[in-house]
Structure formats: C-alpha cells, structure tokens
C-alpha cells in the first residue's frame, strides 16, 4: 500500500497538468451552455466550476474526505482562464469541436482514473472504486445540466460515462495483474479516450431504452 | 442503547429482505421514466440507481457516516435487475400497476424506517430522525425528477412523503412509550403503508397552495 | 485563535436573531414559487426549508461538520411560521415587495457572514471561506429553483450571489486589517446590503455572455 502511495506521488506532476486541461475543457463547457441560456457573467462561472469540480466534490463528500480543492485555489483561477477565454475567443472555440471534443475527453480520462485511485486510497473495493471514478469524471456534466434545467445529456447520448466506467475497470484489471499503478493510470485512460474515439467515429452508441417502443409511457 | 443496538441487528435479515424489495420498485420506477424520456442503458440505470439509494446516500451524508452501500454491492445488482426487468417485461410491468404500487408503498415504509432508526442510532433527536427518514424514503423520487427535469411528483399529488414522515413519528412515540425497537419498526412501516392505501382509496390528498388562488404569481 | 472564537460567542444572539429573520425570507420566498407552481402544503414546505437552510446545509457537508440545524428545531419551525404566513396573508405579502426584498437581504447578508465565519474556524483559507459564504448566502435558492424546475435566477439576474462574494471579501479585509470579528461581520453584511440596494437603485447588473451574439449556440 505504501509503495502503492508512493508510486501515485511521483506521477503527480503530469497528472495534475492533464488534469487542469481536462478541468479547462469541462469548464468551458459549463460557460458555453450559460452563454446560450444568457446567464450574467457570475452564473456562467458558477456553471463553468461546477462542471469542472462538481464530480470530484461529490466523490470527496461521499468518501467523508476533505474537498480537493480547497489545499489549491488553482480550480477557482482555472474556471476564471476559462471565462475569460470564451469571453474573448468565442467564435473561434465554438466552431473548433475537434480540439474541444479532445480537451473535453482528456478530462473525462483523467477525472476517471483520479476518483478510482483516491478510492482505492481511502479503502474502498474495486466496484465502489469504479463506481467514484465514473463519478468524477461525468457528475459534473450532470450538475451543469441540472443547473441549466436541460436533460442531462450524458444519459441520452454518446459512450461519456460508459467510456468512464469501463477506463476505471481496465485500471483494477491491471492492478490485479500486479502492474504499477502508473502504468494502471495510463491504460485505464487511454481505454476511456480509445472507447470515446471509437464511439464516435464508427457512431457506437448504447441502445435507448425506447428503442423498445412498449416501454413508452403515456 | 446497546440493548436497542442488539435488537436492531436480531431483525437484519428480515429488514434487509424488504429493504431489496423496495430498492428494486425504487429502481424500476427510475428506468420507467427514463425510458418515457428515451434514455439510452447507462442514463437508465443511473437514474434507476439515484432512485433506489438517492435518499439513503443523501440521508448518510448528512448523517457524515459512511455511505450503506459502499459495503454491499447488492444495491448495484439489484438496479441490474430492475434494468433487465424492464428491459423484458416492460409492457407487463407498466400494465400491472397494483403489483407495482405495492412494492413501492413497501420501499417507501422500509426506507422511513431505516432512515429514523439509523439517525437514533447516531444519537440524534427525534425530530432529526423523522426528518431524516422522510429523507431517506423520499429524497430518491425527489432526485429521480430532478434528473429527468421534471417537477418533482411528491410535491404535487398523493400522501407520499406526508406518509413517510408520520411512519417516522409512529415509530418515536412507540419507542417513547417502551416498545420494542422491532415493533416500534412493524408499526412504523404500517402506519405508512395504511396512510398510502388510505390516501389512494378515498382520494385523500393534502391541499395545494394554489387552492387558494389569490397565492398564484404571476 | 481562542480569543475570535470568544469574541464570536458574544455576539451569538444578535446573529441568531437576524439569521431566523433571513430564513424566515427564505422560506417564504421558496413557498411562494411553491404556491405559484401548485405544490401541495407539503411540497411547499419542503421547497421553503430547502430554500432557508439548504445553502448552510450544503456548506457543513462540504466543510464536513455536523450540520447546523440538527442542534436547533428553530429552522423546521420557523419554516412552519413561514408556510402559515404565506397561507394567511398570501396576497399582501406578494404586493408588499419592499418589505420582503429587506428580509431577504438581511438574509443574504447574515448567511454570507456566517459561512465566511464558519469556515475560518474550520482553518480553511480566505478564499474558501468567501467561497463558502456565496454558498451559504446563494445556494438555498439556486436548490429552490432547481425543486420547482426553472434555471435558477441568481445565474440571470441581480447582483445577488455577487454581493454575497463581496461581503465575504470586505469580512477577510477587515480581518487582515486587525478588526475585531464583530465589527468585521457588520462591515461584510452591510456591504452586502448596499451593493443589493445599490444595484436595484441604479440598475446594476453583471454582463451578460450573450451581450457578446458570437457566443449564442446552435
């Protein structure tokens, strides 16, 4: 376990740089969604945080550990990059989907295997590991369409948290089979970005439960 | 207190029988309308799954102990379940709404009970406790429309949560005047579950704001 | 450390009978969306008390420390006084504006004040304790408005939020300053008071995102 520790701390430098892409994309993400429903510029940061650190503070909260986020005001600086890019880059962001959609799924790899390590860390068995990892990578998304009164769009579309789920179990696959907990890290998001490519270009996607149009109500 | 400790766990079988009962009419609650909502799988079962242990999850966060289902993956099947119940049986099951009314009358008294008992256990007051098994039983459905954006149902129609949170009084004033904690539980549970019958056979329902019409803005 | 703790207590009353006067605001304020959204006398109650204790709730989970209002029925019965209030004089409460927007910024104003306190005596870093108090102060209306299914109005309109951010700034400069914690709890609620005051009486709003057309989507 300790070597385990360790082993987590010497990567942590290139982990938090992807990290802070990933919480830049979320959060850009948030504010342009705030943009199109004409928030003033308060709400739109409030959107454009907890989209970027909503998943990780729910998987703290529910792991009884203290926020991440309060030890490093680097988030709230973050999400403040990011208003300020949409702010002045709108246009061009908006237009640009390809290196959003990258940005966006460097984020979702490295929220996912952030919440399965930090479980694994506080105890937790494997399934719960993956079930926290899933959660910081996609509950973040589901509060900022909650805060904009739409439907989550996770639960509709695309392979997101699907993507998720199945990078935080490549990562205990790997653990299991004694690899290094970097090398766990590095697989499991590569899984996520692998299964949100492959989704994307061959149109995967997970069938709807209306595909089965007797489950209809009303 | 031990000896109300003890008596507890005596009737954990029992509990944990009706517990899965009403966590799968919780779950396929959830899926039924996520299914009316076009969810794909994954959206299905989350909501599906917020709808089952929303309340409890809510109920232990609040409470800062750890989360019920982080030591039993039960839960996690059992909203399997409830998705592959669905899934093969969903023109059946939304037909047969009596069977389905009754397991979910079942979930909402045992959540209740659960809810009020577990707070005691911490060494809350009584009226905390009611509060929190209000919580437990009703905060699912609450969360469960949030996801859905839709209003919340319990805030307009039949004695749902109302039902609840006079179980949780039943199950303190019998406790209070010496009863046993597992009959305090049985007549808990039963007080809701009347209440509900009750409320749907003679239509009784608590009075909206608006019956008063001077009370509508704009 | 001890000696702003004492200071604290001493001024607890005065702070308890202004907060019970801005919940006592809250609460009516969730129950007349309630009202206006047909909620019955339960759902309106439940969107009342979300509304006055749901921001200082979210903000003990996050510090995690018990929860404020476990200790004090107050709040569950000065939500019951604010469900009566609105059902017995409904129509000259929503005529009277004044009066309520003056409630409810004493409300804004002493939340603010107290999730600033709180989290500085919890050790956390001035940025976390205004981030906490914008919580404390803003975060019961946005669940309100999230309850009755509308994108919340702080994210649109009026310096609300903003002013609560404000005051938590002034409470930190004041205490970086050498003030005593009494007098920095009335500069930081006053200036909460006159930025809402100035902002309704000069018509001052945050920009909006979409002053800027190039960020509509779709």
């Given at each position: 376990m300790l070597a385990y520790l360790s082993a987590l701390f010497s990567v942590d430098t290139f982990l938090t740089v992807l990290e802070y892409v990933g919480a830049l994309a979320c959060a850009i993400s948030g504010i342009r969604i705030s943009s199109a429903k004409q928030f003033d510029l308060f709400g739109a940061y409030v959107v454009g945080l907890v989209t970027a650190i909503g998943g990780g503070t729910l998987r703290d909260i529910m792991l009884g550990?203290?926020?991440?986020w309060v030890s490093q005001p680097g988030y709230l600086i973050n999400t403040f990059i990011a208003l300020l890019v949409v702010w002045t880059f709108g246009r061009r962001i908006i237009k640009d989907n390809i290196t959003w959609f990258i940005f966006d799924t460097i984020g979702l790899a490295m929220f996912s295997v952030i919440g399965v390590q930090k479980s694994l860390i506080c105890g937790h068995s494997w399934w719960v590991a993956v079930v926290m990892g899933t959660i910081t990578g996609a509950a973040g998304g589901v509060m900022r369409d909650v805060l904009v009164n739409t439907v989550p769009l996770i639960f509709r579309s695309e392979l997101y948290a699907t993507a998720s789920a199945c990078g935080g179990v490549a990562y205990i696959l790997f653990l299991r089979l004694g690899c290094d907990p970097r090398l766990c890290a590095i697989i499991g998001g590569l899984t996520v970005v692998a299964l949100r490519l492959a989704a994307i270009r061959f149109k995967i996607a997970l069938p709807k439960m209306t595909g089965r149009a007797h489950l209809r109500l009303k």
């Open positions: 550990v203290p926020m991440f």
